[in-house]
């Protein structure tokens, strides 16, 4: 493993430890002295992932946690949940048996995946990947997430308390 901050070609392992779907190793250049981390990860097939265009690009994972994040941006969701979302995602798409993919059955996953994680990554994600146009689009997504649990879809008018035009005066 080439030193990312001298690029000297020998780097020694100080520490190495099992993830769920990774080994972490903890490494240290002998010229440089420079520390890193690397993941070491077991690829089961290389995939391709047919895009709507008709061009076909090697699957990324990285590209997939991105757009999960953004999805899940500025959201009270723990790392290790996402990590493991993206884990399982992607090896339900190595273990698929098909070596090409294409972007809709990639956009499923995460979308059921993001709808047991957190509603409104769910939603914001809906409206990137289905192309929302209007309120109504919105709308009809929600009405699917009103049997959830989580109550996001709806408000009962009686919790609904009414904003204050005037200040309150103090005593």
Avoid: W
């Avoid at 000297?8 to 890193?36: E, H, L, M, Y």
């Avoid at 070491?40 to 994972?61: A, C, H, I, N, W």
Wanted: hydrophobic share 30%; net charge positive.
């Amino acid at each position: 493993m080439r030193c990312p901050y001298c690029s000297g070609p020998d780097t020694q392992v100080k520490d190495s430890r099992p993830t769920d779907d990774a080994i972490r190793r903890r490494r240290v250049c002998p010229d440089c002295g420079g520390r890193f981390t690397t993941f070491e990860r077991v690829q089961l097939r290389e995939l391709t992932v047919l895009k709507r265009s008709g061009k076909r690009v090697p699957f990324d994972r990285d590209k997939l946690q991105r757009s999960i994040g953004v999805a899940l941006r500025k959201r009270a969701v723990d790392p290790e949940r996402v990590e493991r979302l993206v884990s399982g995602i992607t090896r339900q798409l190595e273990s698929g048996g098909e070596g090409e993919i294409t972007t809709e059955s990639i956009g499923e996953l995460v979308m059921e995946g993001l709808k047991g994680l957190d509603d409104v990554a769910y939603v914001r994600f809906a409206s990137v990947y289905k192309n929302f146009r209007e309120a109504s689009d919105f709308k009809a997504l929600l009405g699917t997430l009103s049997d959830a649990p989580s109550g996001l879809a709806t408000t009962d008018e009686s919790t609904v308390t009414p904003l204050r035009t005037k200040p309150r005066p103090r005593s």
